[in-house]
């Protein structure tokens, strides 16, 4: 059996040809397919906007910058995440409060979130990052209710969630990252996500303000918006109109621009992205049904409507000799995640052992095993064998 990975990217001939014809053409960078990209991508999600960008930290980044965080300002994420959820803030000068995750769904809990809003004075927080993480969708709806009440903003961490939604109090389905319920949504495109593009990312929203800002801050925060400048016409160098050379950098912004050719293969991976699912959840219900009676198993990702299924994520006592009798037989299981409170970087921003405990309960268990739409039904049974192989 060759190596099985808890994750990869499936890259095929069109993939391939769509990045030559993009190579081959005018634009390596800041080209057409950057905006096709965006709109396929909206299209897909259900949003109105969409803002390519150079990986999903960047799009968190800007995230954070559009919605103004500043020194101080606090922000409450979810500790079972990775760390660009909640080192965005940091970037800005603001501070990460963790809540805690539902041992349930592994998703942050509300309840945690209620508590820390009701134990301050409004106006101490500014803001919650939720992550459909492992692709189960956050229950935004319940957020948005709890940010309205304190004048919060949510950015939703999507990156897990492609493709995935939930059924709101109305029976209506809301697609992971389509707005409704949230003021940003980000999305990433690495090779183990669901749509790869090497490294991307891309933000997607409904409020053209936030949007038309995040595509200035994308370049550096310089537009060619004439009717935004804030220099005249003379000084531009013009006489009755601004000059075509002419642009202004209004604000401090980044270089986070996506490439041409990567553009190019994640709207060519767009195309198979609901084909891709279908085939996660198909492996996801495989799992489910061997596991059903296995007693060692303590707790699973389960078969949940809506789940886009990034990970599939089983917990087990004995964690650490089951990912080392994996390896032993060339199956590369993965944590997901070491609690992001106690990364080192956290804990000397005052974080400690015991703050979190559904979430340091659940690192102890938890491991992902192999879930990406190439993987054979051989693959999934020779991985379910050598499981129960450990246990027996
Ligand atoms: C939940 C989550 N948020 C953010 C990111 C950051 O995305 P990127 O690696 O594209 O910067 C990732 C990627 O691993 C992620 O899993």
Redesign the pocket.
Known sequence: MNAIPYGRQNITDDDIQEVIKTLKSDYLTQGPKINEFEVEFAKYVGSKYAVAV???????HLCALALGVNTGDKVITTPI?????ANCVRYCGGEVVFGDIDPETYLLDIESVKLLLESSPKGTYKGIIP???TGRAVDLEAFYKLAKEYDLWIIE?S??SPGGYFIDSNGVQQNCGNGNFADLA?F???P??HIASG???MITTNDEKLYKKLLKLRTHGITKDESTYTNSIEFAGGTENYPLWYMEMQELGFNYRLTDFQAALGLSQLKRADEGILRRREIAKKYNDIFSDKTYIKGQSGVIEGHAY?LYIIEVDDRLGLYNYLRENNIFAQI?YIPCHLMPYYKNLGWKEGDKPNSESYYKKCISLPMYPTLTNEELNFVSEKIHEYFS
């Open positions: 150079a990986n999903g930290t960047a799009a968190l995440t990775f760390a660009a959820s992550v459909d993480f961490d990156c897990h980000i990433s495109f690495h183990v996500k490294e991307g990312g990034h997901h």
